[in-house]
């Protein structure tokens, strides 16, 4: 099998906690690239990371907030600006392209209303209903968290590999299902061991970690709170920059 790289252009949480990008996840495989979440700060953490946002086929998305999906029209105005030709899929949670436009509109007034130099596709999953978004087979399970929109835990499959993300959510068995077995599960730790409504905190994963069968499982959009404390965690944490090879 082929390498597949999983690199953490953002690890961040909505508030620049440790000065880190917001969520944004780059996964390259074979000629492929592709992103989980693409938060508002993304557009700068690629090109800081020398990474062509041209080059990305499919923008995958958990949820409706804007540091998972608010980097976006920022992505999408760079490629018009830089008059990319090659396909670009958006794929996420019903809802998806009315925010996206309407983010679009507020931030750039008429660029939503403008046609793509290239071929654009939104992409609105069904939970728990698996899709073919290119070359990626991608699966949503449910997640516990407000925005607006359902919010997705993601599970996606290539070339015999697997890659889930918890999204934002507060514990939910779904996550198990998400992560069964998968190369790499990636998860938010927003805080330590204080438990809020519709996050997740070290110490709630800590106790699940049994139920968890990836076989890789780093912690990510973690809080100022976690990340004082984050060398007190038994599990691996994220950083801006980290490359995990499947
Ligand atoms: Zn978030
Ligand atoms: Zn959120």
Do not use: N
């Amino acid at each position: 099998m082929k390498p597949v790289s999983v690199t953490f252009l953002g690890s961040g949480d909505a508030f620049g906690s440790g000065g880190r990008f917001q969520t944004c996840i780059l996964v390259e495989a074979d000629e492929h690239r592709f992103l989980v979440d693409c938060g508002a700060s993304s557009l700068v953490a690629m090109k800081k990371r020398g990474v062509s946002p041209s080059t990305v086929e499919a923008i995958l998305v958990t949820h409706l907030h804007g540091d998972h999906f608010g980097g976006i029209p920022f992505f999408l105005l760079d490629a018009q600006f830089s008059r990319r030709a090659s396909p670009l899929a958006i794929a996420g949670p019903p809802g998806l392209e009315a925010r996206t436009r309407a983010a679009m509109e507020v931030l750039f007034p008429k660029s939503s209303e403008t046609p793509p130099r290239f071929p654009l596709r939104f992409v609105e999953l069904a939970p728990e209903a698996a899709a073919q978004v290119g070359p990626l087979r991608v699966t949503p399970y449910p997640a516990v968290h407000f925005c607006g929109a359902p919010a997705y835990a993601l599970r996606v499959e290539y070339d015999g590999r697997i890659i889930a993300y918890s999204g934002d959510t507060q514990w939910t068995e779904g996550l198990v299902e998400a992560s069964a077995g998968a190369d790499l599960f990636i998860c938010e730790a927003y805080f330590f061991d204080k438990k809020v409504k519709f996050h997740l905190d070290y110490q709630t994963l800590a106790a699940h970690r049994q139920s968890l069968t990836s076989r890789r499982l780093v912690l990510t959009h973690m809080s100022d709170d976690m990340l004082a404390r984050a060398a007190e965690a038994g599990i691996e944490t994220a950083c801006d920059g980290l490359v995990v090879e499947l």
